[in-house]
């Protein structure tokens, strides 16, 4: 059988999850995570994993808290996964919107050398106590190639200058100097952007439902792991200000308006790189239905429903 991989991403909150649970509905296949917060254990309604974890769902929630990790190791786990669909004849559907996993997948990674833990400790420090702002500045003043990089993209930036650190040489020079080599050639990219307001909307409320639920137990507990504000999994959507809010510096509601108003402007974000960064023959569709109908017009007589259990 042909090596296929089918790819659904899309900005936060565009309904990417429950697309491919209802293709999962009608296809064979296995439903691989490329969320780069939804990978964290312990915090499955701050990141919006699915629930419950069916035996489809695969690299969700998998991960510690307080492991180091990287999208090179999530490519490295995603080859596994795809591979062991592949050997049972399912077919691999790769969903989430995190741009650096997405990048990883359609694109490969340039061998950079790996980082010394003293380097990457010095450079957090180093963040922690300058702020991001900051630290991107003096980022900025070592590599100008530095300001193509956004501000508040912390693992970018922190990136960029521990390999600065390590290496003397820019992260960009890297990226040039090592051409990337794509793990993957048969893997079709097809992206949900829906109405915008629509999808606000959706944001909106889907911050509500979190709050409501048991977002903020899992933020306390993340804080009970004394985790720096710039690890990975604080970043995720609404945690920032739900530990202002614990912390008593902000109000329930302000917490709620700003962390909906900071999630619109990430999607936003997102849109535009899946509009200019991802590769010329992308499908884009504004609504679940078309790319439901899409796919198993595509794939569902090669991969009829079963009822075999997946791999475990």
């Known amino acids: 059988m042909e090596k296929e991989i089918v790819v659904v991403t899309g900005p936060t909150a565009s309904g990417k999850s429950a697309t491919c649970d209802i293709i999962a509905n009608d296809l064979n296949c296995r439903v691989i995570n490329c969320d780069s917060k939804q990978i964290y254990r312990g915090v499955p309604i701050l990141t919006d994993q699915p629930v419950p974890v069916r035996d489809i769902h695969k690299l969700y929630g998998y991960v510690e808290p307080t492991q ?3 999208a090179g190791l999530w490519l490295q786990d995603v080859k596994r996964e795809v591979q062991q669909a592949w050997d049972d004849n399912v077919l691999p559907v790769i969903t ?23 380097v990457r400790k010095t450079a957090r420090n180093l963040l922690e106590s300058l ?13 100008s190639n530095a300001a193509r990089l956004h501000h508040n993209n912390t693992h970018q930036i922190l990136r960029a200058f521990e390999v600065l650190e390590q290496t003397g040489t820019s992260i960009f020079t890297w990226w040039e100097r090592s051409p990337r080599i794509k793990p993957f050639e048969n893997c079709e990219v097809l992206v949900l952007l829906p109405p915008r307001n629509k999808l606000y909307d959706k944001i909106n409320r889907r911050f509500l439902t979190m709050m409501q639920t048991d977002a903020i137990s ?14 990975p999994v604080m970043k995720a959507h609404g945690a920032p200000e739900i530990v202002q809010y614990l912390q008593g510096k902000i109000e329930f509601m302000e917490a709620v308006e700003i962390a909906q108003k900071n999630t619109r402007h990430y999607a936003k974000r997102q849109c535009t790189w899946f509009r200019t960064q991802l590769p010329c023959d992308t499908r884009f569709f504004s609504s679940q239905n078309e790319i439901i109908d899409h796919v198993l017009a595509q794939y569902a007589s090669k991969y009829p429903k079963t009822h075999t259990q997946p791999h475990n």
Request: aromatic share 10%; glycine share 10%; hydrophobic share 40%.
């Open 96 to 118: 989430g919107g995190s741009g650096m996993y997405i990048n990883s997948l359609v694109n490969g990674i340039s061998d950079i050398p790996a980082i010394d833990p003293e």
């Open 131 to 143: 702020g991001n702002a900051a630290f991107y500045e003096a980022l900025v003043a070592r590599d």
């Open 68 to 70: 180091n990790y990287s």
């Open 218 to 231: 899992e933020v306390k507990y993340l804080m009970s792991l004394n985790l720096p504000m710039h690890a």
